[in-house]
């Protein structure tokens, strides 16, 4: 049982190229989540999906775009990196059959972009 | 929306108790979090609280709850240098599964 898994772990982009942030649960969640957390900043939502067909914008979404490929897999889009999205990202999952609804965070990825 | 306020820093001798606040915004959340980040590290789950309680209590950590002033507080007894961490406060507004909402972490150095 992994958990949420994240690929890559480490990227380094050049402005103005795209890339996909790759995440993957095998709890069986329904809902996913992808976080960014910068210094001094804490972690800020930018996408969720409460389910397997729905998005939604969290508190920081432009500049990204998500797909809930399946039950298993949420993946972020970066389609025109920009140094301000330099961050770590973190994807994780919960589920409200749980007693506490708690999140499980993936190991993050970490994104330079320059 | 309004932000969940922590303290940026804390520093404790090793032995000594650790005392981590936080200040939530809604006063209908009603499961408040715990998460403790190492460095490199994703976060973890230390503890959680459901608003019904006032208190709880997991080996050496304490979780006091105050609904009325909305202050969260996380205690760790005996700290030790393991305990040198991000911790990041949260809570999920509202009922059913919706996201978390996290204050901007309180970095705890322990000192030997």
């Known amino acids: 049982n992994a958990g949420v898994t994240q690929t890559p772990k480490f990227q380094v982009l050049k402005t103005g190229q795209s890339m996909t942030l790759q995440c993957a649960q095998d709890m069986n969640h329904n809902s996913m989540y992808w976080y960014r957390q910068d210094p001094g900043m804490g972690l800020r939502l930018i996408y969720y999906?409460?389910?397997?067909?729905?998005?939604d914008k969290g508190e920081v979404p432009n500049g990204y775009n998500v797909s809930r490929l399946n039950k298993r897999e949420f993946s972020l889009r970066l389609e025109s990196a920009a140094p301000s999205q330099t961050s770590v990202y973190f994807c994780?999952?919960?589920?409200?059959?749980?007693?506490?609804?708690?999140?499980?965070f993936g190991p993050g990825t970490r994104l330079t972009v320059t | 929306g309004e932000d969940v306020e922590q303290s940026l820093f804390l520093s404790v001798r090793e032995g000594d108790s650790s005392v981590i606040n936080c200040t939530y915004t809604d006063s209908s959340s009603t499961y408040l979090y715990w998460y403790k980040q190492e460095p490199g590290a994703g976060l973890q789950l230390l503890t959680y609280?459901?608003?019904?309680?006032d208190m709880k209590q997991d080996q050496r950590l304490t979780v006091l709850l105050n609904k009325k002033d909305k202050h969260l507080s996380l205690r760790i007894a005996d700290t030790q240098t393991g305990d040198s961490a991000i911790y990041f406060c949260?809570?999920?507004?509202?009922?059913?599964?919706?996201?978390?909402?996290f204050g901007k972490g309180t970095r705890l150095s322990v000192i030997a």
């Open positions: 949260a809570e999920r507004r509202g009922s059913g599964n919706t996201p978390l909402v």
């Open positions: 609280i459901f608003s019904n309680m």
């Open positions: 999906s409460a389910s397997e067909g729905t998005t």
């Open positions: 994780a999952s919960s589920e409200a059959w749980t007693s506490s609804y708690e999140q499980y």
